[in-house]
């Protein structure tokens, strides 16, 4: 496992479109998956200790935010036959286990996930309703506890993007594990 921040993209940045299955193979597109205020995209995997942490927090906030007009993706670009546990069987376990009520979608050549410049499990994303680029960093201050949790930065982020405030100024990267590039 190693572990990296997610590399600054600049705000403003506009959502590359794309087209996506989720593992059973209903496809999704990026110009259909924002709600009226914005879209939270989060590229993630099954393994990663880094991302399992978060995904309790991520599905709860995921049906928070939906009221405010915000829609959640997940993308697993980590797609390899050296990886079992993130095979898209084992997705499907995991939106049945988890309770994943959000698209969970499987980006097998890594082409959206290059696009977005992703660095790590999990790198986080709110776009506007506009589909720029409003936040890039991580959704708290303590990955690994929840009970330690002092400033749920990305639950502030949304807040502003909810209200037309602009973006937090001070964006803190997220971190987890290298995304398992193909050659």
Request: glycine share 6%; net charge negative.
């Amino acid at each position: 496992m190693s572990l990296l921040e997610s590399e600054k993209v600049p705000l403003g940045s506009l959502l590359p479109s794309f087209q996506l299955p989720d593992p059973t193979g209903k496809v999704y597109s990026s110009d259909a998956l924002s709600g009226s205020t914005g879209l939270l995209l989060v590229i993630t995997c099954n393994h990663c200790p880094y991302a399992q942490a978060i995904w309790p927090r991520l599905i709860r906030f995921a049906g928070e935010i939906l009221s405010l007009g915000v829609k959640t993706v997940a993308i697993n670009p980590n797609i390899r036959p050296d990886y079992p546990e993130d095979s898209p069987e084992a997705m499907l376990t995991k939106i049945q286990e988890w309770g994943i009520t959000f698209p969970y979608l499987v980006d097998e050549n890594q082409n959206v996930a290059r696009n977005l410049k992703a660095m790590c499990t999990p790198d986080i994303y709110l776009y506007d309703g506009d589909r720029k680029l409003f936040y890039h960093g991580r959704m708290d201050d303590n990955w690994k506890n929840e009970k330690q949790i002092s400033r749920k930065e990305l639950e502030y982020a949304v807040h502003q993007l909810v209200k037309g405030n602009p973006p937090p100024i001070n964006q803190l990267p997220s971190m987890g594990c290298s995304i398992k590039w193909k050659e």
